[in-house]
């Protein structure tokens, strides 16, 4: 009985946990997208702590690439969550402003607190990968 209590509030402590904690691994999940100049940028939540070293981007050759940002570790700060730019320059990764591409990753609402104000977002590092 106390293994199946101990269980069941393991399993609710975990599904009670903020969407902005994402496990290693996961495909982020994304607030906005957009390319800028040559690179290509992702709006992430961020729990005070994320970088662009907490990311790969992958590509999918194809006729039609397919981009996937991955989170390659969680941001387990305690700050309020926000949105936070992650940028990738394109020619890194095969990628030009005249080839289309697909993006494999979910599209979110950015964190509550930015709900109707979205450009209180946080700068992306400005030395790109």
Not at 22 to 37: F, W, Y
């Amino acid at each position: 009985m106390k293994r199946h209590a101990a269980l069941l509030a393991m399993t609710f402590t975990i599904s009670c946990l903020s969407p902005a904690v994402q496990a290693a691994g996961d495909i982020a999940r994304l607030h906005g997208i957009g390319v800028e100049q040559d690179m290509l940028v992702f709006t992430v939540t961020s729990n005070g702590c994320t970088q662009n070293e907490d990311f790969e981007l992958r590509v999918e050759p194809g006729a039609v690439p397919r981009v996937t940002l991955m989170r390659l570790r969680p941001d387990l700060c305690k700050r309020v969550p926000l949105a936070k730019r992650i940028q990738f320059p394109l020619m890194d990764y095969g990628l030009s402003l005249d080839t289309p591409f697909a993006i494999g990753n979910p599209l979110v609402p950015p964190p509550a607190k930015f709900h109707g104000s979205f450009n209180k977002i946080a700068p992306a590092n400005k030395a790109g990968k």
